[in-house]
């Protein structure tokens, strides 16, 4: 119309008009309009031309073209042509109104508005509000607000249009519905169907002209109130819903549901009924009905929300510390909580029709529902689980009947659904996967709401795992059966560990769900645990309110469980248990962390738990081992966490009372070992010592140690601290978790690399106190864990498993040691089980047969085994010992050596008493009082075979082994290298392996050399193991080092017997090849009586091990290492009963003990308390101590004695070879000790010294007599060119242990003695003016010395010639050696090629030569005892090549170190050059001193600077070298020095004089000896102290 306006050609208003409105336009506009007016023939195109006309006049307006008066006035005019004039106004006024709304100038807008303004008087308001726009009639000011209005015509057009009319059946129509009702409630059993019914209201609401509506209202109604009639009623909607719109049912049901949305309203469950069977029959769709149910799904999701926030909110006040009061008002406000709850919400008709779904098996709707809905948020609700598990019920039921219910039980009768439209029944596995693993799914935790239930599906699983082990493997199978595995497992996840939480304390639940779970891996078991703990209770509100519940009660019980309330605490927490056990155990876990003193209780009061229970307690076991926030180190980083250890302690208590299976702990430990984690092998110890009673402890003592020696029974009565009794089955389990679960070897395999991964891989970073711990832990748990196996595996078990000793060491890398002790026992399996095989076959009583089956049989077992050992070591090492002689020291155990006799009778004895005391008890009921006889009968009769069967057995062993003997050692090298061989592969492994190991190697040595064994030098032996202990102390942890104790203290004690009484010495050794002291080729058989060593000179051997035992252990106390005082204190405390025997030993010992618990008090408890330990045990004793002089003889032989060990050396050389060769392994080797010694033998020295000038080149000579050279021939045939040449390399000192400037008798000895001297040297000077008498003697004396070395230097000539002849007798390639032996003497200043017997010293060749001079010299100054002559001897014979240039290279004094060095890199001839000089220099010395001779017998000590001089002012020499070891090594060497370069005339003097200076010393000695020992006494104290610290200097400043 606009468009048209704008167009001149159709306007009706000419635009004439209006230029000239007032003169022309206005009346020619009042004429036209009132000229259509007035035409009446063509009615509707007039009316369109008005309202184009009008529509014209007012868009000039709204152009500005025409003012608005103008228009109105114009208007006002036409108004009453027509009676629909306002009304045509009107209308033209609406199609502007949304024109202009639409125009963008805002001009327009209000020129419309003046317009409709200035017109109001024309149009009423009612026509304007009809036909405008509410915002224009706001703006003219028609209407208030334009949302009012609107609002207000909505509801208007609403009452108007869209409200139904409410029939009052009493008043309208009521005939019609009545018999609408009647129609529908009559009696439908006959042959009534719906389609005639049907036809019947069809009728009725045509004659009656009801509303159709309302009648499938009243149709709706009456189903209600008769739910039988599904069949009639579903039809008949179904029908009548053909003639109505498809939504009309679900407006009228929505319209129902509105009704009962009141606050306190409540939708009957009839409605609910009504709409699932409509939804089931798919005649209305669930989303349109769902949009008319309340609540809304935002509303459920946020009470959910605010469910989980409650239940949060109790957990926060059940943790929290709250006051008495503090409570009262908590509860004050929680009671007026629930008053506020009182007021009951609108139902919940989402939930009242899912339950009518599930009520009626319509599953899939009801799924649709619950998907809706927050998870388990619907089955929360309890008449929903309710309903859920009925349909459960009835779809599982077939399958259950078939397969779930047990034995003798019928099953209760569970009603069918009539209802065709439900779900299938499951007829297996498959068809329960498919619908009911769905349901369980959405039922959750609330399957709790019907145990019954929770039983049948467990009792499906457990018949599908039947299933599934018997098929699961078939190919065809293989896929389907590991789905439903997959699908089983999940529900036990989701549904039956949360539903079990939930129940109250259900134990038979427990143990049925234990009834499948236990088909389960425990890895599937463990996972499923650690989902219940960790997760399931964070998935819901009530178990979040669960757990806060279950924590607050067990920590109500934990705080009263005690030692005597056990049984009613433990009632309490089997109760908690049964729901929700991983929640308690955590919490008592915790407890038991943090106090110790819990454990027993606790343990005691588990005895109310279920099968379920216990193994949920093993998860908790180890998630609590592997807790990663736990430090596993306390802070000071050295020792083990105590949680860790209360931890494995209680796993070994709880594993060893209650049935739990061990797998999960036992891998963990195998885990953590792979990981190179050593920690949690203190678990596997608890566990093995509690179950299998196997102790493990370095504190056990020696009637105990003789316990383990014995069979099995004996072990278990007297072995063990704690008498651990009936082990039997809980060690049954152990071995058959290890069996099963193939872990046995592995975990043996895994602690025996992990040893060493403790020290290198583990160890880096920790202090060297843990990782020597750790390592302790690992082999202790190895050699326990190893006991078990050998002590429960059968013999096809152990063989089975355990591979041959070279795989083990080649493949697996396992230490030989362990190798060896893991197939022990599998040898002496295999060994008696042929053994029973051939007494089978042959059955002959005699014994001797009996002997002979027993070694064909282990010659049958162990022939595979010396092959199989030859392959672990270099091939030169069988050179020296055999194969065979390896495996059997190897292979044999305590057991097989000796029968602890003791021991059993010990048990008996007991065992009798204990009877005695059964029957003397009144108390005690009769039939108790027999069993415990019964038993203590039985258990003497079982001692008493297996002490029979041992004596049999030891004996077979000791005959096998006489038998073998012969073929053990091959000392191919030498014996001395067969020795050093047998102790660094045989015993040093094994004597620090354990405690019954350390027992064995001392007995095996004492059995070897009992056997007269060829080629086994018991003394060399011996002195090996005393002389060198301070490497092997300082290289030991904690425990080897006890072991270590234990071995010595063995072996100490077998010397002392010997040592105890001359018998027994010569009944046991004194004709034994051992005690050889000259090593003759291999094969002597050792008839000769003068080689062997005698019992005398066996007791200063003896001595001379004390001293080194106690020289090495004050080395190890003055090192101020943690490890070295740490060993030698527990080594110490070890050997306590045999040493020290020697009072001055025992005194040093104690000064130095007594200084280490001064200077650790503070620094190091641990070390104060071990020494504080050792020094009261040592002062207790005291007592038992003997002087030096007692221990050993000590008075200096007859002179004939004298000679005739000169001659004939029947007791030196043997020494030499197997003792003093040894000497100076590690201490005498160091510069230190030289500087000890010029310390110490600076003091005072014997007057018998200052003749000893001339000595060493006379007892040289005469160290090469007859019986030297003979020496020499035996060595020179025993060696090898090979041996000689690693001889000539590795140079040793064949001096003794003196060389310290010490005697026999140890460090103190010094220290107590300098005083001493000093006394004497007083003595002395008094008693010089002696009688007469004394003065002739003396002269005597020096007379038969003159003669006694004039005979000697013969005898040397002829010595001399004989070494030559041997040389020329010697092969030539002997020769060869022999001189390049010289020259390499000559060359390196001095040095001596050991014999035989020589051990390889770890020392610098100038250290070697000086402390070989050193002893030489000593023990020539001083014949003091056999022994010390003898060890001259040795060493004499020795220097085979004694030329003279030879003499002059020994002569060379001890110089410091530097100078040594030097020395070395200077050429011969400028050596040679100074000795001459200084030969020449020392010449006119010892010529000045021969002449002060006399006068120094009278006169003073001068001071010490002449002491130093002139080497001897101190008195008499009556104490022989052991016991004054103070003389200067650099004035004796001078005075060799002297010796050597002097003629034969000065060498006679020389000798007459030392004879002469013996002698008198001899003389004096018994008047002077009561006098000085009180002297010695009063001394002691006052000069120990100063002569300590001077030697402590002396090592600090060799440090």
């Known amino acids: 119309m606009a468009a048209a306006t704008t167009s001149g050609a159709t306007s009706v208003v000419p635009y004439e008009w209006i230029k000239n409105w007032e003169k022309v336009g206005k009346l020619e506009f009042v004429q036209l309009c009132r000229a259509l007016c007035e035409n009446k023939n063509r009615e509707h195109l007039i009316f369109r031309d008005l309202q184009q006309v009008i529509y014209e006049l007012s868009y000039h307006v709204i152009r500005g073209t025409l003012k608005h008066e103008q228009a109105s006035s114009v208007l006002s005019d036409i108004i009453d042509c027509r009676e629909d004039m306002p009304s045509i106004l009107a209308d033209v006024f609406c199609i502007l109104d949304i024109e202009t709304s639409c125009l963008e100038e805002k001009s327009k807008r209000d020129h419309f508005t003046q317009l409709v303004l200035s017109c109001l008087y024309l149009v009423s308001d009612t026509i304007l509000k009809e036909r405008l726009d509410p915002e224009t009639l706001e703006s003219l000011g028609l209407i208030k607000q334009s949302q009012q209005f609107n609002q207000k015509s909505v509801k208007i057009k609403t009452k108007l249009f869209y409200k139904q009319q409410k029939f009052n059946l009493l008043r309208e129509e009521n005939e019609g519905y009545a018999k609408l009702i009647a129609e529908l409630g009559q009696d439908l059993s006959g042959n009534i169907t719906s389609d005639l019914i049907l036809e019947n209201i069809k009728s009725l609401i045509g004659c009656f002209n009801l509303d159709p509506n309302r009648v499938l209202d009243v149709i709706l109604e009456v189903y209600e109130c008769r739910p039988e009639y599904d069949e009639f009623f579903v039809p008949l909607i179904e029908s009548y819903m053909c003639m109505c719109e498809p939504q009309t049912l679900c407006h009228i049901l929505g319209f129902k549901f509105k009704f009962y949305q009141e606050p306190n309203g409540e939708t009957p469950a009839s409605l609910y009924r009504v709409a699932a069977i409509l939804l089931q029959y798919d005649l209305i769709d669930l989303d349109d009905l769902y949009v008319h149910l309340l609540p809304v799904d935002n509303t459920i999701l946020d009470e959910h929300k605010q469910e989980i926030v409650e239940a949060k909110q109790i957990v926060r006040k059940l943790t929290m510390v709250v006051l008495s009061s503090e409570k009262m008002d908590e509860r004050d406000k929680e009671k007026e909580k629930e008053d506020e709850k009182t007021d009951k919400p609108p139902d919940n008709q989402k939930l009242g029709l899912l339950e009518a779904l599930l009520k009626i098996s319509d599953w899939q709707h009801a799924q649709s529902i619950m998907d809706q809905m927050p998870p388990f948020y619907a089955s929360s609700h309890r008449p929903i689980a309710i309903a859920l598990c009925q349909l459960i019920h009835v779809t599982v039921d077939p399958l259950y009947r078939r397969v779930g219910v047990p034995k003798g039980a019928k099953g209760s009768f569970v009603a069918l659904l009539q209802n065709k439209r439900a779900p299938k029944q499951a007829d297996s596995f498959e068809d329960m996967r498919k619908e009911v693993f769905n349901m369980l799914c959405h039922l959750g935790p609330h399957l709790s709401h019907d145990p019954i239930l929770f039983a049948k599906v467990v009792r499906l699983g457990k018949a599908f795992m039947k299933e599934f082990q018997a098929d699961g493997n078939k190919p065809e199978e293989k896929d389907r059966m590991e789905t439903l595995l997959s699908c089983l497992l999940t529900i036990t996840d989701q549904v039956l560990l949360p539903s079990l939480s939930l129940m109250d304390c259900n134990a038979c639940m427990s143990e049925e769900l234990w009834g499948m779970f236990k088909s389960f891996p425990y890895q599937y078991r463990y996972r499923l645990y650690g989902q219940w703990k960790n997760e399931t209770y964070n998935s819901h509100p009530l178990l979040v309110k669960v757990k806060a519940q279950t924590i607050d009660r067990a920590k109500y019980i934990m705080k009263r469980l005690t030692k005597e309330n056990v049984k009613p605490s433990g009632r ?439 056997q007269k064994t060829l080629n086994f030098s018991t003394l060399l032996c011996y002195d090996r193991v005393f002389s060198d202990i301070i490497y092997t102390v300082a290289s030991c942890t904690e425990n080897e080092g006890s072991r270590y104790g234990r071995f010595l203290c063995c072996m100490l004690e077998t010397v002392t017997r010997w040592h105890s009484d001359r018998a027994i010495y010569e009944k046991e050794c004194g004709n034994y090849p051992g005690f050889l002291t000259i090593l003759r080729a291999t094969g002597f058989d050792g008839g000769n009586k003068a080689d062997q060593l005698d019992y005398e000179n066996f007791r200063h051997v003896v001595h001379k091990w004390h001293y080194k035992l106690t020289k090495a252990s004050v080395h190890c106390l003055e090192t101020g290492e943690y490890t070295h005082i740490r060993n030698i204190l527990i080594v110490l405390t070890k050997i306590l009963p045999w040493y020290p025997k020697v009072l001055n030993l025992g005194q040093a010992l104690e000064r130095r003990v007594h200084k280490i618990c001064q200077e650790e008090k503070e620094k190091r408890p641990d070390l104060y308390a071990l020494a504080m330990g050792y020094s009261g045990q040592l002062k207790s004793r005291k007592p038992y101590m003997i002087p030096e002089n007692e221990f050993h003889h000590k008075d200096p032989p007859p002179r004939n004695a004298v000679a005739a060990t000169v001659q004939n050396g029947p007791g030196g050389v043997g020494l030499s070879t197997s003792l003093t060769i040894n000497a100076a392994k590690l201490e005498e080797s160091t510069t230190e000790e030289t500087d000890k010694v010029k310390e110490k033998s600076q003091g005072a020295v014997k007057v018998a010294n200052k003749a000893a000038s001339a000595t060493p080149k006379a007892t040289t000579s005469n160290g090469n007599s007859a019986s030297n050279s003979k020496v020499t021939k035996e060595n020179d045939k025993e060696k090898s060119g090979k041996e000689k040449d690693r001889e000539k390399k590795e140079k040793t000192p064949a001096a003794t242990p003196e060389a310290k400037a010490l005697g026999k008798d140890g460090k103190e000895k010094p220290k107590e003695e300098r005083a001493n001297k000093d006394d004497k040297a007083k003595e002395i000077k008094e008693k010089t003016p002696k009688s007469d008498k004394e003065k002739e003697k003396f002269k005597k004396d020096e007379k038969s010395s003159k003669d006694e070395k004039f005979k000697t230097l013969v005898t040397n000539t002829e010595s001399k010639s004989a070494v030559e002849k041997e040389r020329d007798k010697e092969p030539p390639r002997e020769k060869d050696v022999a001189k390049e032996t010289k020259s390499k003497e000559n060359v390196k200043g001095g040095e001596k090629t050991p014999v035989a017997g020589s051990l390889k010293s770890p020392v610098p060749r100038s250290e070697t030569s000086e402390s070989e001079r050193e002893q030489k010299r000593r023990k020539l100054d001083t014949h003091s005892s056999p022994s010390h002559s003898s060890t001259v001897k040795d060493n004499l014979s020795e220097l085979k090549e004694s030329s003279a240039k030879h003499y002059i290279n020994h002569t060379t004094p001890i110089l410091s170190k530097s100078k040594e060095r030097e020395m070395e890199k200077k050429d011969l001839d400028k050596l040679r050059e100074r000795s001459r000089e200084r030969e020449k220099k020392e010449d006119k010395d010892r010529k000045e001193r021969k002449r002060d001779h006399s006068n120094n017998d009278r006169e003073a000590p001068q001071d010490s600077k002449r002491r130093k001089e002139e080497n001897g002012t101190t008195g008499a020499s009556k104490h022989s070298k052991s016991e004054s070891p103070s003389d200067s090594p650099r004035s004796n060497e001078k005075e060799k020095n002297k010796s050597k370069s002097s003629g034969k005339e000065k060498g006679n003097d020389a000798i007459k004089m030392d004879k002469m200076e013996k002698s008198s010393s001899g003389s004096k000695k018994d008047s002077r000896h009561d006098k000085e020992k009180t002297e010695k006494k009063e001394k002691r104290d006052s000069t120990g102290g100063k002569e300590e610290k001077k030697h402590h200097k002396s090592s600090d400043k060799h440090r």
């Open 572 to 1010: 309490q927490i089997g109760k908690l248990s049964h729901s929700n056990p991983t929640i308690l155990f955590d919490y008592i876990l915790s407890q038991i962390q943090k106090y110790d003193n819990l454990i027993t209780p606790v343990v005691d009061s588990l005895k109310y738990l279920t099968s379920l229970n216990y193994d949920v307690l093993a998860y908790c076991i180890i998630e609590a081992l592997a807790n990663p926030e736990k430090e596993r180190m306390k802070h000071d980083d050295t020792t083990i966490s105590s949680w860790l250890q209360s931890l494995a302690s209680f796993c070994g208590a709880v594993f060893r009372k209650y049935p739990i299976e061990l797998a999960g702990l036992l891998q963990y430990v195998a885990n953590q070992l792979k990981a190179g984690k050593s920690f949690d092998l203190l678990i596997l110890k608890e566990v093995v010592q509690k179950m299998a009673g196997i102790e493990i402890t370095e504190e056990i003592t020696m009637e105990q140690l003789e316990a383990m020696t014995g069979g099995e029974q004996l072990k278990a009565e007297g072995g063990y601290f704690g008498q651990i009794r009936n082990t039997k089955k809980s060690s049954q389990r152990l071995k058959d978790a290890l069996l099963d679960h193939d872990l046995a070897l592995p975990l043996c395999l895994l602690m025996a690399q992990q040893r060493n991964g403790v020290i290198f891989q583990e160890g880096g970073e920790k202090h060297l106190k843990l990782v020597g711990k750790l390592y302790d832990q690992c082999h202790d748990t190895l050699v326990q864990f190893g006991g078990f196996l050998a002590s429960n595996l059968s013999t096809e078990d152990y063989i089975k498993r355990v591979p041959s000793i070279d795989v083990l060491c080649n493949e697996y890398h396992t230490p030989h040691d362990a190798a060896f002790f893991l197939s022990r026992p599998m040898y002496a399996h295999h060994i008696s089980s042929k053994y029973d095989e051939l007494k089978k076959a042959e059955k002959g009583s005699k014994q001797q047969h009996k002997v002979h089956k027993y070694i064909t049989s282990c010659e049958l077992v162990m022939a595979p085994v010396h092959e199989a050992v030859v392959s672990l070591h270099l091939p030169k090492v069988w050179d020296d010992i055999s194969p065979q002689f390896y495996a059997t020291f190897w292979s044999l155990t305590m057991y097989d050596l000796a029968v602890p006799r003791n021991s059993y009778e010990r048990e008996v004895n007991k065992l009798k008493i204990q009877m005695k005391a059964v029957d003397d008890n009144q108390e005690m009921p009769p039939n108790k009082k027999k069993k415990e006889k019964e038993r203590c009968t039985a258990l003497q009769d079982k001692l008493l075979e297996e002490e029979k069967k041992q004596i049999e057995h030891v004996q077979r062993v000791l005959q096998r082994l006489k038998l073998e003997k012969d073929n053990w050692l091959l000392a191919k090298s030498t014996k001395n290298e067969t020795i050093t061989k047998f102790l660094q592969l045989c015993i040093f492994p094994r004597c620090i392996f354990s405690a019954i190991d350390a027992v064995y190697c001392a007995r095996f040595v004492e059995l070897v050399h009992q």
